[in-house]
């Protein structure tokens, strides 16, 4: 296609867009609010897809140690762990590290226990590649010398690894069908936009102009009206963002928890929703005006 022709699709688009101002301004509407809809879920889901991973990150193996166990049992135990699949780190706390945080978690009462009234065991706390992996790594710990005993939370793990699972695919289901709701409304507005075109497309025909001819101006427009349209919602949702993270994360201070940064997670939104809204534009101007070709 030649530089002109195309310089001339964009600027009949263009044109087509301010003739139908109001049945434009119902499909940018259309793309806006159905995008808004996508792009929310969109940031809600992969936010708490964050949260679920820190929460599975969280969750550890607590080896603890026999208290019979001499030094050199207790490195010959850590080199087991060690080689344990799935297992990338090893990390050793003390029984007198163990008690200061029972302490500062339930009260300087139990600071009567310091010394050899310390009922605690050493512990050494694994953590693995793979959330999945904790139970299995549990099983194989427990079958070493020298260990008291193995906890990871068991159901309790299980369930909420579960869980999260459940809310991953929940979410994916949901943002496909969200999507595949935007190409219908969309493609049905601009339907209608095209529809009130229709003698001007048998025109065309008629003087002989080929169906891609026609067919450029269309897909254009739509592609515009997406691009127009989901910027409406990029808008809304960076600034809500934005002025939501700082509050937001200042009530996960502390914790192991934390939003995923606007930078650059606000411009991977940002792209998606573009092109998101230009492919469903352009999409659903193609599926809309091939009825109206058939002349």
Do not use: C
Not at 187 to 196: E, G, L, M, V, W
Not at 254 to 275: E, K, M, R, S
Request: proline share 2%; aromatic share 10%.
């Amino acid at each position: 296609m030649k530089a002109r022709t195309i310089w001339r699709h964009i600027k009949e688009s263009f044109k087509s867009i301010k003739r139908n101002g109001w049945m434009s301004l119902a499909a940018v509407s259309a793309v806006a609010v159905t995008l808004l809809l996508v792009g929310s879920f969109i940031a809600i889901l992969l936010n708490v897809n964050k949260l679920a991973s820190d929460v599975e990150e969280d969750v550890s193996v607590r080896v603890y140690i026999d208290l019979a166990a001499e030094e050199e049992d207790q490195e010959a135990l850590q080199e087991n762990l060690e080689e344990i699949e799935d297992v990338e780190l090893v990390v050793y706390s003390s029984r007198d590290e163990e008690l200061s945080q029972v302490i500062g978690s339930y009260g300087d009462e139990f600071g009567l226990f310091d010394g050899d009234d310390n009922p605690l065991h050493d512990v050494f706390i694994l953590n693995t590649s793979a959330p999945e992996a904790t139970a299995e790594v549990a099983d194989q710990a427990e079958d070493l010398n020298y260990v008291a005993d193995v906890n990871y939370g068991g159901a309790t793990a299980d369930r909420l690894f579960e869980v999260m699972e459940t809310v991953r695919n929940v979410g994916a289901v949901i943002i496909v069908a969200l999507i595949f709701t935007a190409v219908f409304l969309i493609a049905n507005t601009i339907r209608i936009t095209i529809f009130s075109r229709k003698t001007e497309i048998e025109i065309m025909k008629l003087v002989g102009a080929t169906n891609w001819f026609i067919r450029w101006p269309f897909l254009i427009e739509g592609a515009l009206i997406g691009f127009i349209g989901a910027l409406i919602p990029v808008s809304i949702i960076s600034y809500i963002y934005l002025s939501g993270f700082d509050t937001m994360m200042s009530y996960l201070s502390g914790t192991y928890f934390a939003l995923l940064p606007p930078n650059p997670f606000l411009i991977q939104i940002v792209a998606l929703l573009l092109a998101i809204g230009i492919g469903i534009g352009g999409f659903g101007s193609a599926l809309s005006i091939r009825k109206f070709l058939k002349v």
